[in-house]
């Protein structure tokens, strides 16, 4: 875990996030909290993670997505040496 990231702020808000029960409170409070273009982009890198994963190429994920290469390839990056987040949602998500 980044030390830089780890506040008393991004722990309230993760809190806030744990509390939500559905997909309908998801969009309320995104909506609120996020752009639609912040929100956008989340979704994009999480579809380019997804898509890395089930071994696509770039310019196929560039196609689908309109992702750049940039941000594919800073998605790969985390895929390969970051800290699993993706894996342990993917495994979750996909086990239901």
Known sequence: ??????TDAVDYLFDAI????????????FEDLCTVNELLSL?????VAAMLK???TYLEIADKTGASTATISRVNRSLNYGNDGYDL???RINTK
């Open 1 to 6: 875990m980044n030390k830089k990231l780890k």
């Open 18 to 29: 744990l509390s939500l029960k559905n997909r309908d409170e998801c969009y309320s409070f």
């Open 43 to 47: 979704s994009q890198r999480f579809e």
């Open 54 to 56: 089930s071994h696509k």
């Open 89 to 91: 949602v993917f495994d």
